[in-house]
């Protein structure tokens, strides 16, 4: 049942690949030089991005498919594991209040670094089968899922303003004085495209990966505080070894923004929150004010606040739903693999 429907949505998503081609951009018809410019300029930026991305969200994706089924690897009863879950959604909820605004102040490039650093440190927490050790894992992830669907882009759009304004060079420059905005938007709606069907595609190759890694090495556990290695937790190694790289990739080939106006000047963190003159809790108080007088924005959230719901519970409830009275369990990376595919076709 499990490989038919992997091979369903997998013919599923390659046909809608093929027909909508995600990658190219159809929305800019500019002119011959206009898109040879615009190319390149996004074809530098793409290079240096890209990769960064696809290797920070693989250290996400990696971890999806095990986390549940680690917590009850370890003794912990279902009414524990809700906890854990809900200590790091909540922690996402606190920490992405203010978090736009923070890493505005601070850096986006120091706030993708701290995702890798916070991830990393998450990853590293799952060896112990302590419960508190645990939790603070989870407040550790929450925090890093706030920065990783929010630095990234921003550091993306921010990096693609000043590369067109010619604040910072791009072999586009060389060619022409200037990129009509369409060409500029084109090329960036391109990135972005390229970025989205790439994170699907990771995702979808990060559950077989996972379940080829943990079959390796067979779990095991050492005398100190009940420290656990293989199995299970390979997966959040590989993890690790993933984060780290793209840390290193990001922190040689990236260069620091923040918001507008602010150039390319160095700023220390205490330089940077002097310098913005607005707290994060006065950006929140603007932005709840600018909510509430939109009726349009207050639908959309609601909207939004039920999807996200159903999401997350679903995310608590398929792994305990797929192997409780299980005969045969399946493999969870092969199911999380045919779930991304799923998402993949209902996002192109």
């Given at each position: 049942?499990?490989?038919?429907?992997?091979?369903?949505?997998?013919?599923?998503a390659?046909g809608l690949?093929?027909?909508?081609q995600?990658?190219?951009?159809?929305?800019?018809?500019?002119?011959?030089?206009?898109?040879?410019?615009?190319g390149q300029?996004?074809?530098g930026?793409?290079?240096i991005?890209?990769?960064?991305?696809?290797?920070?969200?693989?250290?996400?994706w990696?971890?999806?498919?095990?986390?549940?089924a680690?917590?009850?690897?370890?003794?912990?009863?279902?009414?524990?594991?809700?906890?854990?879950?809900v200590?790091?959604?909540?922690?996402?909820?606190a920490f992405?209040?203010?978090?736009g605004?923070?890493?505005d102040?601070l850096?986006?490039?120091?706030?993708?670094?701290?995702?890798?650093?916070?991830y990393?440190?998450?990853?590293?927490?799952?060896h112990?089968a302590?419960?508190?050790?645990?939790?603070f894992?989870?407040?550790?992830?929450?925090?890093?899922?706030?920065?990783?669907?929010?630095?990234?882009e921003?550091?993306?759009?921010?990096?693609?303003?000043?590369?067109?304004?010619?604040?910072?060079?791009s072999?586009?420059h060389?060619?022409t004085?200037?990129?009509?905005?369409?060409?500029?938007?084109?090329?960036?709606r391109?990135?972005?495209?390229?970025?989205?069907?790439?994170?699907?595609?990771?995702?979808?190759?990060?559950?077989?990966?996972g379940?080829k890694?943990?079959?390796?090495?067979?779990?095991?556990?050492?005398n100190?505080?009940?420290?656990?290695?293989g199995?299970?937790?390979s997966?959040?190694?590989?993890?690790?070894?993933?984060?780290?790289t793209?840390?290193?990739l990001?922190?040689?080939?990236?260069?620091?923004?923040?918001g507008?106006?602010d150039?390319?000047?160095?700023?220390s963190?205490?330089?940077?929150?002097?310098?913005?003159?607005?707290?994060?809790?006065?950006?929140v108080?603007?932005a709840?004010e600018?909510?509430?007088?939109?009726?349009?924005?207050?639908?959309?959230?609601?909207?939004?606040?039920?999807?996200e719901?159903?999401m997350?519970?679903?995310?608590?409830?398929?792994?305990?739903a797929?192997t409780?009275?299980?005969?045969?369990?399946p493999?969870?990376?092969?199911?999380f693999?045919?779930l991304?595919?799923?998402?993949?076709?209902?996002?192109?």
């Amino acid at each position: 049942v499990y490989s038919v429907a992997l091979g369903s949505m997998l013919a599923l998503a390659a046909g809608l690949a093929a027909w909508t081609q995600p990658w190219a951009d159809r929305g800019s018809r500019d002119s011959d030089i206009d898109n040879l410019t615009t190319g390149q300029a996004s074809g530098g930026l793409a290079a240096i991005f890209l990769p960064v991305w696809l290797l920070c969200v693989a250290g996400d994706w990696l971890q999806g498919p095990y986390v549940y089924a680690l917590y009850e690897s370890y003794g912990l009863p279902r009414e524990d594991i809700a906890r854990l879950f809900v200590a790091g959604f909540g922690a996402s909820m606190a920490f992405g209040t203010f978090v736009g605004s923070w890493v505005d102040q601070l850096g986006r490039k120091r706030g993708c670094q701290l995702y890798c650093l916070l991830y990393i440190g998450a990853c590293m927490t799952k060896h112990f089968a302590s419960f508190w050790v645990l939790l603070f894992g989870r407040l550790l992830g929450g925090i890093a899922t706030s920065l990783l669907f929010s630095a990234f882009e921003a550091w993306l759009i921010r990096e693609h303003e000043l590369r067109e304004s010619g604040v910072r060079q791009s072999p586009a420059h060389s060619l022409t004085e200037s990129v009509p905005a369409a060409a500029s938007n084109g090329s960036l709606r391109r990135i972005f495209g390229l970025m989205w069907f790439g994170s699907s595609l990771v995702g979808i190759s990060a559950g077989p990966l996972g379940d080829k890694v943990i079959s390796l090495i067979p779990p095991s556990e050492g005398n100190f505080l009940s420290f656990h290695y293989g199995g299970l937790t390979s997966a959040f190694d590989l993890a690790v070894v993933v984060l780290l790289t793209g840390l290193a990739l990001l922190s040689t080939t990236w260069q620091e923004n923040r918001g507008e106006g602010d150039g390319e000047v160095e700023m220390s963190p205490t330089e940077a929150t002097a310098e913005s003159g607005t707290s994060p809790m006065q950006l929140v108080l603007r932005a709840i004010e600018a909510v509430s007088r939109d009726p349009s924005l207050l639908a959309l959230m609601a909207v939004v606040t039920g999807f996200e719901s159903a999401m997350y519970g679903f995310i608590f409830s398929w792994t305990p739903a797929l192997t409780e009275g299980a005969v045969s369990p399946p493999a969870l990376g092969s199911v999380f693999a045919t779930l991304m595919l799923a998402y993949t076709s209902g996002s192109l």
